[in-house]
């Protein structure tokens, strides 16, 4: 299936900005997160299809995933 992957700010560096990538059927966010090197404890927000989702929710094709950092100022 082809999920459309998008990062903000920190998590771009090294990696990418956005990608169209192909995931066997049943793939999780945690799964893609874990691939992608990207800390648990570094996670702000999380959302699939401009909606807030947790780790364990199972992707369909063409989904959009996109994954902000924590962000901290003062």
Do not use: C, W
């Amino acid at each position: 299936m082809k999920i459309t992957v998008k990062l903000f700010a920190t998590f771009q560096k090294g990696r990418f900005v956005i990608e169209e990538r192909q995931y066997p059927t049943g793939t999780l966010v945690g799964e893609i997160i874990t691939e992608l090197q990207i800390p648990e404890e570094s996670l702000g927000i999380v959302m699939v299809n401009h909606r807030h989702v947790a780790l364990d929710r199972e992707l369909t094709d063409g989904d959009t995933l996109a994954i902000f950092p924590l962000v901290g100022g003062g």
